[in-house]
């Protein structure tokens, strides 16, 4: 069973950063694309950003030119590098596939943006 953990959240003020870190336990990781999502409270869950196997990126137009999407294959890590941090960003942040098809879902990380 493929274990997807994030970490790298907390409380930081708006205009902060923060670098977010998804660990995937699969020895296919190299050959999949992945996203970061975020579900903030009410809310249903939203794809962020997404890297491919070819490391192409693409990003929902909300985060566009202040959030980053990269990955480590070697390590079998995604990362979130998050800029200029805004209170609608307040959620928390997933990791998965970035297909129809999904792992189980992780724990999440909370990311909270204060004004």
Do not use: H
Not at 12 to 31: D, E, W
Not at 46 to 58: C, K
Not at 76 to 96: G, H, I, S
Request: with cysteine.
């Amino acid at each position: 069973q493929v274990q997807l953990v994030e970490s790298g959240g907390g409380l930081v003020q708006a205009g902060g950063s923060l670098r977010l870190t998804c660990r995937v336990s699969t020895i296919i990781f190299s050959t999949k694309d992945f996203g970061w999502y975020r579900q903030a409270p009410g809310k249903q869950r939203e794809l962020v950003a997404v890297i491919s196997s070819t490391a192409n990126t693409n990003y929902t137009d909300s985060v566009k030119g202040r959030f980053t999407i990269s990955r480590d294959n070697a390590r079998r890590t995604v990362y979130l590098q998050m800029n200029n941090l805004k209170p609608e960003d307040t959620a928390v942040y997933y990791c998965n596939r970035g297909s129809l098809q999904k792992f189980d879902w992780g724990q999440g990380t909370q990311v909270t943006v204060s004004s």
